[in-house]
């Protein structure tokens, strides 16, 4: 294990408690990072099967062959510069594992590189956080074929298991796959989180509910089929107090952070041609929110009046379920049809099924009706999107006329709630028939001469309309970015 941070020191005693041998190992950055292999070796990993080496040649020395090597560094220059090194220390055949947050094109890169020097490359997500990597982790590896079954008792020990005791950690596939699907995943959990929030915010607000009703309500619905890691947590932050006795989710200021995988995942999501509106809107939202002073400044220009509680509190509450269950949905729905457009346009043959078991534990998306995707996912006709698997209908129809309620409602009172509208709008653009996409298209020809598909012809042929008299009859090209 190179790299021992929060991630990299779990995981090495996380393979220590099931039986493993472990080499650690941890770059030296003079006056910030001396003697964490001492004090790691001397504190928490001592007397377990852990050995430190703060010297590179020995520490690949006192690696078994064919060496399995797995990094827990900061994604970018830091994995290839550790590449660098090992590559004149390793044995034809090694395996390097990269299981931080990198860019699925760089791993791509990495996989051809170390292939091409007779090395085999693992690039896999790792997701849980700092207890899954001690206790249990949901592991996406994916690169060197032929690197699997000599990693996958050491990934598949250290993984969560699910309730029926498989392990979350199966092959992905090639290249950069295992990265490309952790990058999805985040992406949704900066949905899932913005939506929580946004239920919170609206339970507050509108439903003028204390901290702790809030926390009874998510724990009640934890129960059900909302059960998630996610929504877990947020019963816990809002029963949880200061030491001066005060709720610190009241002094904890509204300017949220982010270190780029959601990012990620809307730019890609881009590149194929892929709409993932509520995602997007997560990430915005966080961009906004960081923007505090703005916003104060906003605030007093333009004033809010003053939302008043609504007093049928049960339909309120029931309205929220439906608009949080509903917006998940999408946003489950919009990553695995991302993913789905990613496996077809690089060929990867992601397998969908196993992908949303891989979730079902460890992981910080974790949530109850990931075996529902799963099973959609194994019926023989696999669904052309999620949402029109015969479950999912059903569970839309259900929640579609409290979730339209409720974001109605909180427009009104001059509640922002994105993520809810994003995914509400986006469930309506998916089932409309019809779109006003032909005056976008009928303007692209005005101006740029982009020519158009007509009703009354078949799909493929293309037209130019010489809209103003004095045009010509010179065209476009057709293409889709």
């Keep these: 294990m190179i790299g021992l941070a929060v991630m990299g020191e779990n995981l090495a005693l996380n393979m220590a408690n099931h039986g493993w041998n472990v080499s650690v190992y941890n770059r030296t950055v003079p006056g910030i990072e001396e003697g964490v292999v001492e004090r790691f070796i001397n504190g928490r990993a001592q007397g377990k099967s852990i050995s430190g080496y703060t010297v590179m040649q020995d520490f690949v020395d006192s690696i078994q062959t064919p060496r399995r090597i797995m990094m827990m560094v900061r ?127 609206v339970m507050k607000h509108i439903g003028g509910m204390s901290n702790e009703e809030m926390a009874d309500v998510f724990e009640a619905w934890n129960r059900g089929k909302l059960q998630s890691y996610l929504v877990e947590i947020t019963a816990n932050i809002l029963r949880h107090k200061s030491a001066d006795g005060s709720m610190l989710i009241d002094q904890i200021l509204d300017t949220a952070g982010q270190k780029g ?50 007093s049928d509190r049960e339909t309120l509450l029931n309205n929220i379920f439906a608009a949080l269950y509903a917006s998940k949905l999408v946003s489950y729905a919009q990553g695995f049809s991302v993913l789905q457009k990613a496996s077809d346009e690089f060929g990867w043959d992601l397998d969908m099924a196993s992908i949303a078991r891989m979730w079902r534990g460890g992981c910080i998306i974790r949530s109850a009706f990931l075996n529902d995707i799963a099973q959609a996912y194994d019926e023989a006709e696999k669904p052309r999107h999620l949402l029109l698997a015969p479950y999912f209908s059903r569970e839309m129809e259900q929640l579609l006329d409290g979730w339209r309620t409720l974001v109605g409602k909180a427009l009104t009172s001059g509640l922002p709630v994105p993520a809810f509208s994003s995914a509400l709008n ?56």
């Design 75 to 201: 994604a970018g220059r830091a994995v290839d510069d550790l590449m660098q090194q090992l590559f004149p220390l390793l044995s034809p055949g090694d395996i390097i594992i990269d299981g931080g947050n990198s860019n699925y094109e760089d791993t791509n890169r990495r996989v051809a590189l170390s292939e091409e020097k007779g090395f085999r490359f693992v690039g896999s997500g790792v997701s849980g956080g700092e207890e899954g990597a001690l206790n249990g982790a949901s592991i996406m590896p994916g690169g060197s074929r032929a690197a699997w079954e000599s990693v996958k008792p050491i990934l598949q020990s250290i993984a969560a298991k699910a309730e029926d005791g498989t392990p979350c950690c199966q092959w992905v596939g090639p290249q950069g796959s295992g990265h490309f699907v952790k990058m999805i995943h985040n992406g949704i959990e900066y949905g899932d989180m913005q939506l929580i929030s946004e239920a919170y915010w």
């Design 261 to 310: 995988t959601g990012k990620w995942s809307v730019i890609n999501a881009m590149e194929l041609g892929m709409p993932l509106g509520l995602i997007g809107t997560a990430v915005f939202e966080r961009s906004l929110s960081a923007d505090k002073d703005m916003r104060v400044k906003a605030s007093g220009r333009f004033p809010h009046a003053p939302i008043t509680a609504d």
């Design 426 to 481: 986006y469930f309506y653009s998916l089932t409309s028939e019809s779109l006003p996409a032909n005056m976008v298209q009928a303007q692209r020809d005005y101006f740029g001469a982009h020519t158009f598909e007509r009703k009354d012809e078949p799909r493929g042929r293309f037209y130019h309309e010489n809209w103003t008299g004095h045009g010509g009859d010179t065209k476009s090209g057709t293409y889709n970015v």
